[in-house]
């Protein structure tokens, strides 16, 4: 069991980023958990450390560059390095383009899919100074299945899973001993198809996610196992899925 890494997550405060930040500080893991909202942040740490783990926060809005290098900096000031790297801030708010909801488009691209770009490039030069470690990129179902009203987010996660798979080469290229793993999950239950703002849309994921979801714990199982392989050995995808999710 990995204990002693040095873990940033972003998109901490609730959901997957939430779950697998408890799970990774329950092993003995240093925490670095970032996202916009205070308030939860503060809980989540408070919580951790009063169960005799180690976390911080940092407050980050993924979409601009600074605030991303800005985490990576108070991981290496306050823990000396940065072991895993997990990309997982993102949203979904689906709807069909017809409807033309280009503002929530140019978000979903700049958090899913730039916030997962500036992470390289804010934990990049760490890693390759260390000759080792590990980025998490949370895709989905919807960086392999795209759908009506699913496009931009399946296409900010289409991205993901391209960028994620080029980095790997490139750091197989550069021997450089950093692993990526891309976690793929379906339908999770969060707080994430509250964010639906297409009236039609959210009936339709408040249904489906009603009768389908399964817990983020799932998800932090995942990340828990790719993080705990061997230095030798890269897991680089797990899809999961609810039992019950067709596509
Ligand atoms: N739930 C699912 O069914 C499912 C399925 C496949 C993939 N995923 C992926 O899993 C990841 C986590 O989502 P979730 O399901 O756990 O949903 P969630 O509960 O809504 O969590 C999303 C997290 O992202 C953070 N976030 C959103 N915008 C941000 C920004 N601009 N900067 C920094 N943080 C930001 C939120 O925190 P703040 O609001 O505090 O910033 C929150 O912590 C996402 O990438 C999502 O696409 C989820």
Redesign the pocket.
């Known amino acids: 069991m990995a204990k002693d890494k040095v873990i940033v997550i972003?998109?901490?405060?609730?959901?997957?980023?939430?779950a697998t930040a408890k799970l990774l500080a329950s092993d003995g893991n240093k925490m670095v958990l970032?996202?916009?909202?205070e308030e939860?942040?503060q809980q989540l740490v408070s919580d951790i450390n009063a169960n005799g783990g180690t976390a911080i926060y940092v407050l980050?809005?993924?979409?601009k560059l600074e605030?991303v290098k800005n985490i990576a900096q108070v991981a290496v000031d306050e823990f000396g390095r940065i072991d895993v790297w997990m990309n997982?801030?993102?949203?979904?708010p689906l709807s069909e383009f017809s409807h033309g909801k280009v503002s929530e488009w140019d978000r979903t691209i700049?958090?899913?899919l730039k916030?997962t770009l500036y992470g390289f490039d804010a934990a990049l030069p760490q890693m390759r100074a260390q000759e080792s470690g590990q980025f998490v990129n949370?895709?989905?179902?919807?960086a392999h299945v795209s759908g009506v009203a699913s496009g931009p987010?399946a296409a900010s996660?289409f991205g993901v899973w391209a960028a994620s798979e080029a980095l790997r080469q490139e750091e197989v290229k550069s021997d450089s001993n950093i692993r990526v793993t891309v976690v793929?999950?379906?339908?999770?239950?969060?707080?994430?198809?509250?964010?639906v703002t297409d009236p039609e849309q959210s009936d339709a994921m408040k249904g489906f996610?009603g009768s389908t979801?399964i817990p983020?714990d799932e998800?932090a199982r995942s990340v828990q196992f790719a993080i705990n392989t061997p230095e030798n050995t890269s897991i680089n995808e797990i899809v999961l899925r609810p039992t019950k999710q067709f596509m």
């Open positions: 972003t998109g901490a405060s609730s959901g997957i980023g939430e970032a996202a916009r909202r939860k942040l980050a809005d993924v979409s605030d997982n801030a993102g949203l979904m700049d958090v899913n916030g949370i895709a989905s179902i919807s987010y996660k793929s999950p379906g339908a999770i239950d969060t707080e994430l198809p509250q964010h996610y979801a983020a998800v």
